[in-house]
């Protein structure tokens, strides 16, 4: 089976292969062989590993979009400045690939002031809006690193990222909360910390302790220290961008765990959400960059 | 060398052990055998370690704080309740010890609602408040899990703790910030970070992303983004404990740099404030401690 063309998602920790004819997902693979674990010289062969029985006699396109493109990445695809399109700039070819593909890399978005950057995510928010002509609005991303994106005329405003996901994580893995949170989950705790974070974010550091005082105190049950961690977290994060969803048409494209997550937190607020597959959008994104590779080749 | 009494400040990551003569240091001994890395079974000798030399044919009294009172210590010493005096309890003997020590842990203190828990810091409050007779106001106590304190007529009435120290090094040692905090400080993107985060609590996930944005983007230096790490953190835990502060008698207890660092964020908002040296209120406590054992004995 050969693939008419091939889709990559390279982050920080993950690496995720399409083989695609068109639109169409022949085939799929993943390793967990990302950015952060490969040196420069790494990067080829463990694509290769994932997308050799796709390969043919002819030379295939591979699109990449995400960390991949970062200055310790596999070719460095300086950042686009905002306001922008979400894929202003054609790919950055990888230079001396196997001859069996030629390698692109999708470059990121930045913005100057305040200071911020994405990789990947323009990827997605360019495949979302391909099929929604003449969307205004904001986009939320929920994951590691929260991008909240203002979009208005097909361009990308402005933007900020918040560490929400990487703090969760943190916090439930490393920290002494984790003898506190367990697996599972409560609703009513995550709403109710959702608004209390909203009305009092200052109060974060304490609240976090309060978890594990909680425990220690009143054997709080694990799965509700779970819920009430994110929603501490998440509630902040709505606090500071009341601003982008206030009143805006709202669309989250996340992994659907994490969206259903934040647009119950949003819908607590009065908040109308509309959700997006994140695969599908990066697909629909990748598919876009590859015909800006063609304009240029 | 013997000695009178021996006075041990045993937390999570740290043992200190110091030989007294009433209230006089003769010697003194650490390790980093902390509570967190030892099985019942194995305190006493990480503790003989230390103090061997100092022991006689005579039982010598040993009284400990910290961690070591936990129900995973080497002693359960159960919480009392506030309001309370910081000692408001005899320290709880440790039964089946080596014959030529009387060991001893101090109880912590909780506070019900809402929900929290001190160890160690009772000690320090009752050393703090030894030589201040008739003291009133606020006690800050920063650290990893930083406290504030609220004393009234010899008693602790109310306190909340914060996970502030914790998430500075979480953040900085094991985050994405890792490759863009570094060794060094600056004075006033301290005092601007302070600011920031008193006035806008909200914005921290996106004000810690920034960091590193500011890095990629605008190659900012690495002291510098450390100093606004800590200002963030600490303008955040000033802006929910502003009911502690404003207005209030306030002290410092703690290790001298991280006490010059609160000391310098209060006084930009117009705070007076007093430090005192943490170990020194420890042995004060301690001696305090040993003579409610005597009391009971």
Redesign the interface.
């Given at each position: 089976m050969n693939a008419e063309w091939i889709a990559v998602d390279w982050g920080t920790s993950q690496l995720r292969a399409w083989a695609m004819q068109g639109d169409t997902v022949l085939a799929q693979s993943q390793s967990d062989r990302g950015m952060a674990r490969l040196s420069r010289d790494a990067f080829q062969s463990a694509l290769l590993d994932l997308i050799e029985d796709w390969l043919g006699a002819e030379p295939v396109d591979v699109v990449a979009c995400g960390m991949v493109g970062a200055r310790q990445g596999w070719v460095e695809a300086p950042?686009s400045a905002v306001p922008s399109a979400p894929l202003p700039d054609a790919p950055i070819r990888v230079p001396g690939t196997d001859a069996r593909i030629r390698a692109f890399v999708v470059p990121g978005l930045?913005?100057?002031a305040?200071?911020?950057?994405m990789r990947g995510e323009e990827t997605q928010i360019s495949g979302f809006l391909a099929t929604r002509p003449n969307w205004d609005g904001v986009i939320c991303l929920p994951g590691t690193?929260?991008k909240w994106v203002q979009i208005s005329a097909g361009e990308v405003v402005s933007f900020?990222?918040?560490?929400?996901g990487?703090?969760f994580e943190?916090?439930s893995e490393?920290?002494?909360l984790k003898h506190s949170v367990g697996d599972g989950w409560d609703a009513d705790a995550f709403a109710e910390a959702t608004a209390d974070a909203?009305s009092?974010?200052?109060?974060?550091?304490?609240r976090?302790?309060?978890l594990?005082?909680?425990d220690?105190?009143?054997n709080q049950d694990k799965a509700t220290a779970r819920a009430k961690l994110s929603g501490l977290?998440i509630g902040?994060?709505l606090?500071?961008t009341r601003p982008y969803w206030l009143g805006q048409q709202l669309a989250i494209i996340g992994a659907e765990g994490m969206s259903q997550i934040y647009a119950r937190a949003l819908q607590l607020q009065g908040a109308f959400v509309d959700t997006a597959n994140a695969t599908q959008c990066t697909l629909a994104g990748l598919a876009q960059a590859r015909k800006l590779t063609r304009q240029t080749a």
């Open positions: 950042y930045k913005q100057n305040p200071p911020d950057v690193h929260s900020r990222t918040f560490m929400t990487e703090m943190l916090l490393q920290s002494v909203l009092k974010p200052e109060q974060l550091a304490a976090l302790f309060g594990r005082a909680a220690l105190l009143h977290l902040a994060e606090g500071a």
